[in-house]
């Protein structure tokens, strides 16, 4: 394991600002607003201040301020922040991000997860935090080969508490951190003290019963899962089947790679008009700015298309593998999916809490950090 500092060169900040200066602009209907993607007036504006506005060497030296390192794990580098707590016997907490996301999306809630009672919390609750970068985004990179789908990650993530010598430990992940931590505790399950995940897929198994006896807000999640699968998904199919020709165009167009991500900022997340009402500029800013610097747009996409069989699957009522472990959620409003609790319940009978907030979205950590940092430690309070 190596020391990691993040730092750019200058020369690549130079020439994002040039591509941004130099945007070749499409042509827009009039009066569509949202509805048809990304508007040209709030993306012009917003690419503005990316390029004159939004400091990178602000946010690189605080990332910087969190200790990272490097390592190769199963024939691929994997980047991840190591954050111990002061407190002596806090419990190790590895952290997966999602698409698109990053490591951070939790900068604001590292400190009162590792250090509570410097925010007013109690020391019991205490976590030493492992926060990795998946294999394929940002500084997890180069993808090596192929095959990094998420029971290969999952025993890759174990594989790194090991080196840091932790035997015990517990998991919590969004979306891709979801399905990697609920894997890390069922192939960990001796080792894993608890997984809580802030987005659970439910699907129907078939069974007509099951459906019609749900009540109108589940009828409503239903409802929106079905929308999710006609309307909503085509980023997901387009990255689960043409990974490598995705990434031509995002890989050389800042405004394309901002557009692609700032569109699931506005639509997965508590905003009324624009993704700024539920998440900082800056950060939503900083995320993306990581995936342009280091290339990842089409490493990234891989993943889904590492997982869209068991993703199938999934969809047409197959259940997960079991996960032993103690399980807890936390539900989000505004989240692309919304977990439908009898569902879970018959996928997951290990789960033990679950919390149904009413605010924020996908990216919980920034949307809403307090509540966020609550439900985890509340859930550990409980198994730890």
């Known amino acids: 394991m190596k020391p990691f500092t993040i730092d750019i060169p200058q020369e690549d900040l130079d020439d994002l600002h040039s591509r941004l200066e130099r945007t070749r602009w499409p042509d827009e209907l009039p009066g569509v607003g949202w509805e048809r993607g990304v508007p040209a007036d709030y993306l012009r504006e917003l690419v503005e201040y990316w390029r004159t506005g939004f400091d990178w060497r602000a946010e690189e030296e605080r990332l910087n301020t969190f200790p990272q390192y490097i390592t190769e794990i199963d024939g691929t580098p994997v980047h991840f922040l190591h954050l111990r707590s002061p407190e002596p016997d806090a419990l190790p ?43 394929g985004y940002g500084f997890s990179r180069p993808l090596t080969g192929p095959g990094w789908d998420v029971v290969r990650i999952a025993n890759a993530w174990h594989e790194l508490m090991r080196r840091l010598g932790y035997s015990r430990y517990g998991a919590q992940g969004g979306d891709a951190g979801s399905p990697i931590s609920l894997a890390l505790g069922a192939l960990q399950p001796d080792r894993v003290v608890g997984v809580h995940v802030n987005m659970l897929m439910t699907f129907p198994s078939g069974d007509p019963a099951e459906v019609t006896g749900l009540d109108e807000t589940d009828q409503q999640r239903l409802a929106l899962l079905d929308r999710f699968d006609t309307e909503l998904s085509a980023y997901m199919k387009l990255m689960a089947t043409r990974p490598q020709t995705l990434a ?18 506005r639509e997965w997340t508590g905003s009324r008009e624009v993704p700024e009402d539920a998440v900082d500029r800056d950060a939503m800013l900083s995320i993306v700015s990581i995936y342009w610097l280091t290339g990842t747009a089409g490493s990234s996409a891989h993943f889904y298309y590492e997982g869209a069989a068991a993703m199938r699957a999934l969809a047409t009522g197959a259940p997960p593998p079991p996960t032993p472990v103690p399980i807890g959620v936390a539900v989000f409003p505004n989240d692309l999916f919304v977990p439908i609790r009898s569902f879970a319940e018959r996928d997951y009978p290990s789960i033990v809490r679950w919390t149904e907030f009413d605010e924020g979205g996908h990216f919980a950590a920034l949307e809403q950090p307090a509540r966020f940092t609550d439900d985890i430690r509340s859930f550990f309070r409980e198994i730890r």
């Open 93 to 135: 907490l590895l952290i997966t991000h999602g698409w698109p996301g990053s490591v951070r999306e939790f900068l604001d809630v590292a400190g009162p997860l590792t250090d509570p009672r410097a925010y007013g919390g109690a020391a019991a609750d205490a976590f030493h935090l492992v926060i990795p970068s998946i294999p």
């Open 248 to 265: 031509y165009a995002l890989t050389d167009s800042p405004v394309g790679q901002l557009a692609w991500i700032t569109e699931k900022f």
